[in-house]
């Protein structure tokens, strides 16, 4: 009961588990880039001879997403995935709703002074990917795996990637997802409260760095398809 208490009931439980959840969304971009980098490598990157029938990107992402879709093991972290990310958002509400209800009680100003621009607007932030999420888990994730109606994933990205509105929306949540990263990975360390300030500070720069480079890898895929 006290773990329950301190892990939902708590600010700094709160905090931890907005940590551990962003950490592990985090670590799944990393996995999910590199299944989306198969769209722009060239052909010649899969030789018969070393991936059997495979021999262009438009059978090595749709054997790729097959393999991802009904191997049990992925499919578990899958669903882990879709509960860390509801967490992290219910999670962000909560902090959010009672960072309000502290300042209305205490009458206080707030001092911005020591604060960036993201760490003030990651409410904001996180919206825009909220939505955005369920814009593209609709456009795709829900088509494929749970509907059915599409069985060609390769040929629905590309046909999708062609419309400028959507490349608008897609750039448009991942800039966002950059900045929320860059802010994000450094606060959940820091909330974890497990690495000395020197530390720290090689942290700060890490996320700065991690962040920017998910953001411009993310955002080169759907331009390459649609330019090409």
Request: charged share 10%; proline share 2%.
């Given at each position: ?42 052909n ?13 990107q438009h ?12 191997f049990?093991p992925?499919t ?26 502290t300042?209305?009680?205490k ?21 825009i ?10 456009q ?47 606060s ?12 720290m ?18 955002a080169?895929i ?7």
């Open positions: 009961m006290a773990f329950k208490q301190g892990l939902f009931k708590t600010s700094v439980g709160r905090k931890n588990l907005m940590a551990i959840t962003g950490l592990f969304i985090a670590f799944f971009l990393i996995i999910h880039l590199v299944g989306n980098l198969i769209l722009i490598l060239p010649s990157f899969f030789p018969v001879e070393f991936w059997g029938n495979v021999a262009n059978d090595m992402y749709n054997a790729y997403s097959h393999f991802l879709v009904h049990w992925i578990l972290v899958a669903w882990v995935l879709y509960l860390a990310i509801a967490v992290h958002i219910l999670d962000a509400l909560l902090i959010t709703l009672n960072n309000w209800k300042r209305g009680e009458y206080e100003v707030t001092d911005n002074s020591t604060s960036t621009w993201i760490s003030r607007n990651m409410g904001i932030l996180g919206s990917i909220g939505i955005f999420i369920v814009i593209h888990m609709g795709f994730w829900l088509q494929y795996k749970v509907l059915g109606t599409e069985h060609d994933l390769y040929n629905l990205v590309v046909a999708t990637f062609k419309q400028e509105w959507v490349i608008i929306l897609y750039e448009i949540g991942i800039i966002t997802l950059g900045f929320h990263l860059v802010h994000g990975i450094e959940a360390h820091r909330s974890l409260g497990i690495y000395p300030k020197k530390v500070h090689i942290i700060k720069y890490i996320a700065l760095c991690f962040g920017i480079a998910m953001a411009f890898l993310y080169i759907p331009l390459i398809i649609y330019f090409k």
